[in-house]
């Protein structure tokens, strides 16, 4: 009967359980002019509380690897103040700093704190955010994530993602015995955990639209299987092992049903929407070329996808009700593949191939379809957006090693991560 | 104004955590999929560990007594150029081969294992990798072998039989591993 949704229990304690090294040292390679001057100075801490962690270290990591600051270096500041009352104004605007950040750590009985922090406007000296959160010791972390969220929002009127994060595959040793998994982790790298862990390939991890959930591709059996985990319980549900090909899941933004490839007995690719519910399928592409690689628009009425139907690969939109016919979006260049929208709609990236190399391009898709290449490297391949839209997770390599890399939508920002173990593979950045 | 609003924290780590103690060795994460049950309405395989391999080629090759090391069966791998999947006529013998061998052996099963190399994008290189495979299948029902002894996967560039970001490595991962089935 059902045996496309049978559901294997249990992952959960073993996966979520461990803990992968790699956390990532970012090298900015192409900074902005008009990054905004900050300084997070840092916190008033008892010694207790500073052994256990640098609150305002984060905030100003989170805020120099968005590419829109440039934070002062501690060595350069003049003086530590916590407080309003203790701001020599005049001083830190003639150190060139827009804003700054004061604040303190406290602690509140035996493993909470009390996080106390104010952002100042240092030309006009106007307070702009005064906040206090409280945290246990584990979750010192993801406050001082949030410090920086509203720290970005309040300056940019951008909502910050630093509080987000991303799934991502690390292929470990050598062939012939290579190991797979795919790992969550928070946006900045730290924190990895290895949710699915395998021998044989892993691929294409899409997140649900809440979050909860990954769909993938395992070839744990050594053919391409869909799965469906949800992280908290590690509960795992086999959604498409259809003879030929399983592969590119990608959730509709209800969360309801599945778009993904499948291939005829002949070997002919076609994408495909599966109800979650019910398992059914409705066939959305039929042409003897490849088709694959859907994703949403943010209506759930229409796929993008890739096609290779005119010769090379380019990139192609269609409404999912029948008699829907494809229509070609890309026609610079002889590759264009894998779109990935924009959380607003408001642009497509995808990889491209210019002068032989791969890389990420974007796609106006408001105005004249104006295409920009945003990035320089010879394997730029996997693009995600962050949530907010503001910048582009993909994937490259980097001295024959697969790294991920981060691009600003706008291709004026562009830093590596680079991880101290793994070929990382295939970004996926979480919703909010 | 000296307002100060205070947010209480749901701690995400810790709710993540609360069900799974962190007891393992955090060098060696333990393989997912070793304490999954097999579930009873699943097809066979599908609890089953993800750290056993099956036999690779040559050694169901050798299993079956099919030759390991000498005449045209121990070449089962079939080369492409760049965004090609045309069988070229160095090729035609192995090929000829393998339809020998699979229309005297009626029962004989073959599994045809398309593969790229690294470049472009994951996912199409899946469909490429099919592609391949499928010119080979074809190959194969055109020297008449039952479409029923044949099976196709493609690893896209998943699988890379070398490693490498050069065409010396990339040449010898644009391939079609002729495997039979044991």
């Known amino acids: ?432 | 104004m000296n307002k100060v609003i205070s947010i209480a924290l749901l701690i995400a780590a810790a709710a993540l955590l609360s069900g799974c103690p962190k007891k393992h060795n955090v060098n060696e994460p333990p393989v997912a999929g070793t304490q999954v049950p097999e579930s009873s309405s699943g097809g066979a395989g599908e609890g089953a560990s993800t750290s056993t391999r099956p036999l690779d080629a040559d050694a169901a090759n050798a299993a079956r007594g099919l030759g390991e090391g000498t005449g045209l069966l121990a070449r089962k791998v079939i080369y492409f150029d760049f965004d090609k999947s045309e069988i070229k006529p160095e090729f035609a013998d192995i090929i000829a081969t393998a339809s020998r061998n699979l229309t005297s052996n009626p029962n004989l099963k073959v599994k045809l294992e398309g593969n790229t190399d690294n470049r472009g994008t994951r996912e199409y290189n899946i469909g490429l990798g099919e592609r391949r495979a499928q010119a080979v299948r074809r190959a194969l029902m055109l020297q008449g072998v039952a479409e029923t002894q044949i099976t196709t996967v493609s690893f896209g560039a998943e699988r890379p039989a070398v490693e490498g970001d050069d065409e010396n490595a990339w040449s010898k991962n644009r391939r079609v591993e002729v495997v039979y089935l044991p």
């Open chain 1, 1 to 432: 009967m059902n045996r496309h949704f049978s559901c294997l229990a249990l992952i959960a304690c073993v996966g979520l359980g461990s803990f992968a090294r790699a956390s990532f040292v970012v090298e900015v390679t192409r900074g902005q002019t008009e990054a905004i001057p900050i300084a997070i100075v840092p916190f008033s801490t008892p010694a207790e509380a500073a052994a256990t962690f640098d609150v305002a270290q984060l905030v100003s990591d989170d805020l120099a690897r968005s590419g829109r600051f440039k934070t002062m270096d501690r060595q350069d500041m003049i003086d530590q103040p916590h407080t309003a009352a203790n701001i020599a104004f005049d001083d830190w605007r003639r150190l060139n700093n827009d804003y700054m950040v004061v604040g303190s750590v406290q602690p509140q009985g035996a493993d909470h704190f009390t996080i106390t922090y104010e952002l100042y406007n240092v030309l006009t000296r106007q307070r702009l955010l005064g906040y206090q959160i409280t945290a246990n010791r584990p979750g010192l972390r993801s406050a001082s994530h949030q410090v920086a969220d509203m720290v970005f929002e309040k300056i940019l009127g951008i909502r910050g993602a630093f509080s987000t994060r991303i799934a991502y595959i690390s292929v470990l040793g050598h062939l012939p015995l290579r190991t797979f998994q795919l790992i969550v982790a928070d946006a900045d790298g730290e924190n990895p955990r290895v949710v699915m862990q395998s021998n044989e390939p892993l691929m294409s991890p899409a997140w649900s639209p809440d979050g909860q959930t990954l769909a993938y591709v395992s070839f744990e059996d050594r053919l391409p299987t869909v799965y469906v985990q949800t992280l908290k319980t590690g509960e795992r549900h086999r959604v498409s092992a259809h003879a030929g090909v399983n592969q590119a899941p990608a959730w509709s933004p209800d969360g309801k049903k599945l778009a993904l490839t499948l291939s005829t007995r002949d070997g002919n690719l076609d994408v495909y929407v599966m109800d979650l519910a019910t398992q059914l399928l409705s066939r959305i592409t039929d042409d003897p070329g490849i088709d694959t690689e859907p994703q949403w628009s943010k209506d759930g009425q229409s796929l993008y996808f890739t096609s290779d139907r005119a010769g090379g690969p380019q990139i192609y939109k269609t409404g999912i009700k029948p008699g829907d016919k494809p229509r070609r979006l890309t026609f610079q260049g002889s590759y264009n593949a894998r779109p990935r929208v924009s959380p607003d709609e408001s642009q497509l990236a995808f990889v491209t191939q210019e002068d032989g190399a791969y890389r990420i391009a974007t796609m106006d898709l408001r105005g004249r379809g104006d295409v920009q290449v945003l990035t320089k490297g010879h394997f730029d391949v996997s693009p995600s957006y962050a949530p907010n839209g503001a910048v582009i997770l993909y994937a490259t390599r980097d001295k024959g090693r697969g790294v991920l890399a981060l691009v600003s939508a706008d291709g004026r920002v562009q830093q590596l991560l680079v991880s101290s173990e793994g070929e990382l593979q295939e970004p996926a950045w979480a919703p909010f």
